[in-house]
Nanobody, 115 residues
Framework: QVHLVESGGGLVQPGGSLRLSCAAS????????MGWYRQVPDNGGRELVA????????QYGDFVNGRFVITRDGAKTTVDLQMNNLEPEETGVYYC????????WGQGTQVTVSK
């Protein structure tokens, strides 16, 4: 079992920045992928924001366009997502995600982009 603890959500003005962090603990494999998804308002599903794996390969959602950077600290099993130039339509709940042989989700953290 893997437990995820998220932090860093909040309110930011359009064009501003936020940093999300996620810490994993428990039975963590040597090979895993960890990252962030966000809820899609229209259908309730979740779309990829970014992930990073234990080889430090990364994948970003198409909408990111170079604005976000995901990094990890392997020793601490934490992942940080630096989000810059945020837009109002990016308001929503962001979820930490961890995948090795199984899949785990964090409880979600609210990001609000508004004046």
């Amino acid at each position: 079992q893997v437990h995820l603890v998220e932090s860093g959500g909040g309110l930011v003005q359009p064009g501003g920045s936020l940093r999300l962090s996620c810490a994993a603990s428990g039975a963590i494999s040597l090979v895993y992928r960890m990252g962030w998804y966000r809820q899609v308002p229209d259908n309730g599903g979740r779309e990829l924001v970014a992930w990073i794996n234990t080889d430090n390969n990364t994948q970003y959602g198409d909408f990111v366009n170079g604005r976000f950077v995901i990094t990890r600290d392997g020793a601490k099993t934490t992942v940080d997502l630096q989000m810059n130039n945020l837009e109002p339509e990016e308001t929503g709940v962001y979820y930490c995600h961890f995948r090795d042989w199984s899949e785990y989700w964090g409880q979600g953290t609210q990001v609000t982009v508004s004046k």
